[in-house]
C-alpha cells in the first residue's frame, strides 16, 4: 500500500511539474525546501498567537468573574 501511495505522489508531482514548466527535481525542492518549511513556520506563529489570545481572553473572563462576586456582594 505504501507503495501505490508513494507512486500516485509521484505522478501528482510529475503532473505539477510538467504543466508548470518545471522538472520533478525543481517542483520537489519547490514543495519539500521552500514551501512546507514556510508553511510549517507559519502554522507554528499562527498556534503561538491563538494561545496568547486564549490566555487573554481567559484572564478576562476571570477578571469580569471576579467584579460580577464583588457586585454579588455588596
Not at 17 to 29: D, T
Request: with cysteine; hydrophobic share 55%.
Amino acid at each position: 500500500m505504501i507503495n501505490e501511495i508513494f507512486d500516485w505522489c509521484v505522478q501528482f508531482l510529475v503532473f505539477w511539474a510538467s504543466r508548470l514548466g518545471m522538472s520533478y527535481k525543481a517542483i520537489n525542492v519547490w514543495v519539500f525546501v521552500i514551501i512546507w518549511p514556510v508553511f510549517t513556520l507559519l502554522l507554528i506563529g499562527l498556534v503561538i498567537a491563538q494561545q496568547e489570545k486564549i490566555h487573554q481572553l481567559l484572564k478576562d473572563a476571570k477578571e469580569l468573574q471576579n467584579e460580577d462576586d464583588s457586585n454579588m456582594k455588596a
